[in-house]
């Protein structure tokens, strides 16, 4: 337990998602991840003066489909504002944001409420802006290293209403928000490559209090776990305050995963005033009813509607469906092969059983499944046309898993064919059991666990390509 | 709103300037000057009026997602004071 239960913890959440784009925001360059350092830029995006922006249209298309998506209703009438602030990661020294019309509002996502059934986190608002620069500590020069090639990438900024009350529903969220972005194809979500990132607000009260406590902000969260920890950490400290006569104070924190701690940020001088304005270079965007229309309909079907058909329709258990749909990979997994013939729940019982579990023993996430799709569902065809055994199969899905090999090849090369032949597997049998005699004077006598050890030793010897139950119904057979 | 020695030193700081002593009273009476006359426009009823954000009659105007090219780094970087690398090198921003 991180705290007793009598506090409560609220938060709120502002994600950052880099859009998957072909183009920067306002200029032509490319926002492929990595490149050389500076390779990405232009007069534009390292804004040299007397340059003018030009938005690109596919990043409104992809924000109207994001608000769509998160259920928001979409302003109509859009325009862009100045946000002032001197940083070096900000050639331009401003950032185009939005601020007094985002281009979504009053939008929601269902998730798993904290001790169960299903609440909705509001979502506040979503707007658009430009990504800033990198910056690198420099030990050698004890200075900063600044590469541009982010800066200028377009993002939006989700930003939730303080609906949180655990770290758990914070994560249920933010896998959602997730899938859903990547199922619309408006991001890849890597949070590796920080295309996503949380910046989490928090504070504590008495439980049962209405009221809110002082809050803190903790940036740029980039990994489930030290989120997690971060949240635990966090209510803690403040926690500990307060009952120590202590007061929170409003401020930035940030958390550091090494040390399990969080650490007051150097208040930048007068941060707070960023001087907003109306962008003047940039001409307002108006959405009509029709776009909107447009873009609902180009929607694909949705995790929360899957989620139901997959229960609903194809017998899944919550949990199963639940987990499968957080991800559109494993969504990709799961469809390719049911719509290949494979059956449903089987096909469920694999992805959540051997394809999680190896994927977890390689520390490696549903996008990086290293083997063709198709490979798990001819496995699956195998043991249910009693081609390869339950246990055969485990073993040939690690080696497509590892070596991304074809599953029908891998098991014909190794002679892993469940032998089919029962005079074959009765030789087999016959030779056990006349180099077991003590064992079948003992079955005889009335022994069962006679019978098990020459289980045992019929299946040793076929070397697993026969299943329990034909073994065991000759053995009986032979035995009378 | 009055211009105040104050208010010129939070002005400086916020622009990352500092103004040479002999010209900070003339940017303060420089400032309030500018702002009366502003203040002329508030005589004006404008009730019911949308703010206009831009003179011309456009929207919408934007470009299809293609990728250009961007620009060799040594053209990028020919301006910066200090670079390392093709890195632009600045003061120390890191706690
Ligand atoms: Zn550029």
């Keep these: 337990m991180y705290h007793t239960p009598a506090w409560e913890t609220v938060m709120g959440l502002e994600v950052h998602v880099e859009l998957s784009t072909k183009t920067k925001i306002f200029c032509g360059c490319t926002t492929a991840f990595g490149g050389e350092p500076n390779t990405h830029c232009c007069p534009i995006c390292i ?38 602030y001197f940083y070096p990661d900000l050639p331009k020294a401003y950032q185009i944001s939005q601020l007094y019309l985002p281009i979504c509002r009053n ?26 620069g990198k910056l690198v500590h420099d030990p050698a020069t004890n200075a900063t290293m600044v590469d541009y090639n982010r800066c200028g990438v377009p993002l939006i900024e989700i930003v939730s209403e303080p609906d949180f009350r655990s770290a758990n529903e914070v994560i249920r969220y933010l896998e959602k928000l997730k899938a859903i972005l990547q199922y619309i194809g408006v991001s890849d979500c890597k949070m590796q490559e920080g295309s996503l990132r949380a910046d989490i607000n928090l504070s504590v009260r008495p439980a049962g ?71 003047p270079d940039l001409i307002p965007i108006e959405i009509s009813e029709e776009v909107i229309e447009q873009t609902r309909r180009s929607l694909p079907e949705l995790p929360e509607a899957k989620r139901r058909r997959y229960v609903s329709e194809l017998g899944l258990s919550e949990y199963d469906a639940e987990q499968i749909t957080a991800s559109k990979v494993l969504v990709a997994l799961f469809e390719q092969n049911l719509a290949a013939g494979c059956p449903a729940k089987e096909l469920a019982n694999w992805i959540m059983g051997e394809v999680m579990h190896l994927l977890s023993e390689s520390g490696k996430e549903p996008e990086d499944i290293p083997f063709d799709y198709g490979s798990l569902g001819a496995l699956i065809g195998m043991v249910e046309k009693n081609e390869i055994t339950r246990s055969t199969a485990k073993k040939v899905f690690k080696a497509v898993f590892e070596e991304n090999c074809d599953p029908v090849e891998y098991v014909e090369q190794h002679n892993l064919k469940t032998v089919t032949d029962t005079g074959a597997v009765k030789t087999v049998i016959e030779e056990v059991i006349a180099a077991n005699q003590k064992s079948v004077e003992e079955y005889k006598s009335g022994k069962e666990k006679a019978l098990q050890y020459l289980i045992g030793q019929s299946m040793r010897a076929l070397r697993g390509k026969a299943d329990p139950q034909t073994v065991t119904a000759i053995l009986k057979e032979l035995l009378g | 709103m009055m211009i105040t020695d104050e208010l010129v030193t939070y002005l400086e700081a916020l622009g990352r300037i500092r103004l040479p002593e002999e010209s900070r009273a003339k940017a303060q009476r420089d400032l309030q000057e500018i702002l009366q006359y502003i203040d002329t426009l508030s005589e004006l009823d404008t009730e019911g009026i949308e703010p206009l ?24 970087l020919a301006n910066a004071p200090v670079r390392k690398d093709n890195y632009f090198l600045v003061p120390r921003s890191f706690e």
């Design chain 2, 53 to 76: 954000s831009h003179a011309l009659p456009l929207t919408n105007v934007m470009r299809e997602d293609e990728v250009q090219p961007s620009i060799p780094p040594e053209e990028v």
């Design chain 1, 209 to 279: 209090s209405e009221a809110f406590g002082t809050r803190t902000e903790m940036k740029n969260m980039n990994s489930f776990k030290a989120i997690g920890r971060a949240i635990a950490g966090e209510s803690a400290r403040q926690i500990h305050l307060l009952e120590h006569g202590g007061a929170v104070t409003q401020e930035t924190r940030r958390w550091d995963d090494d040390k399990n701690e969080s650490f007051a940020m150097r208040s930048k001088e007068d941060a707070q005033d960023y001087k907003y304005f109306p962008e």
């Design chain 1, 107 to 132: 939008g929601g996502v269902e998730i798993e409420a904290e001790g169960g059934g299903r609440k909705v986190i509001g979502i506040h608002e979503i707007h658009m802006e430009e990504d800033a």
């Design chain 1, 47 to 84: 804004g040299m003066p007397g340059v003018l922006p030009s938005l690109n249209k596919a990043v409104v298309e992809y924000a109207t489909k994001a608000g769509l998506a998160l259920n928001c209703e979409i302003t109509r009438y859009n325009k862009f504002d100045r946000k002032n």
